[in-house]
T-cell receptor, first 116, second 117 residues
């Protein structure tokens, strides 16, 4: 069964420090995609970064990078130089299903709090 | 930057009433999705929609739920007879296509918070 596991319910980090949010996944499909979304207290889901299962290099988007370790089935999100505005829930998700009927499977989320 | 919009932002309804949640996907996107998030829980897939028909639905998406694209811009989720356990945040999402194949990234709307009393 396809599953996303986020083992850190909460993380507390000092402003300007780097933070790593853990995500492991389980799938038997050879083709899949991995995503991170940010959910601030206002509730919207903001797309941060994407990694395809066949991508050779780790994805980066500004201060966000995805540490993709295929053999370990992990897709950790790294936020460099954290800011107060990074405080939010972070969800790891995996695209599953055949090409014409994709869906996202989400983890339980990690609540990140950045302290000044 | 184009974005997915949803209305209303909040809706309170009585158990047994019908509700329609509305979404306007990003204009050149052709794949549409509904997800829900019960308070404090993870986001769950409900249904995907392409070419005016359902591509896939979850076991949550029973006969009480239906989706429709009534015109060229709106995408709706109808719950026919709401139950207390339907209280949740409902997210619409859309993704672009390349020659009919959905691109990977799904962009989410801000959500509709539904409360069933």
């Amino acid at each position: 069964a396809q599953k996303i596991t986020q083992t850190q319910p909460g993380m507390f980090v000092q402003e300007k420090e780097a933070v790593t949010l853990d995500c492991t996944y389980d799938t038997s499909d050879p083709s899949y995609g991995l995503f991170w979304y940010k959910q601030p207290s206002s509730g919207e889901m903001i797309f941060l970064i994407y990694q395809g299962s066949y991508d050779q290099q780790n994805a980066t988007e500004g201060r966000y990078s995805l540490n993709f370790q295929k053999a370990r089935k992990s897709a950790n999100l790294v936020i460099s130089a954290s800011q107060l505005g990074d405080s939010a829930m972070y969800f790891c998700a995996m695209r599953v299903g055949w090409v014409g009927a994709q869906k996202l499977v989400f983890g339980q989320g990690t609540r990140l709090t950045i302290n000044p | 930057e184009p974005e997915v919009t949803q209305t209303p932002s909040h809706q309170v309804t009585q158990m047994g009433q019908e509700v329609i949640l509305r979404c306007v996907p990003i204009s050149n996107h052709l794949y549409f999705y509904w997800y829900r998030q019960i308070l404090g829980q993870k986001v769950e897939f409900l249904v995907s929609f392409y070419n005016n028909e359902i591509s896939e639905k979850s076991e949550i998406f029973d006969d009480q739920f239906s989706v429709e694209r009534p015109d060229g811009s709106n995408f709706t989720l109808k719950i026919r007879s709401t139950k207390l356990e339907d209280s949740a945040m409902y997210f619409c999402a859309s993704s672009a296509t390349t020659t009919g194949v959905p691109q990977e990234t799904q962009y989410f709307g801000p959500g509709t918070r539904l409360l069933v009393l």
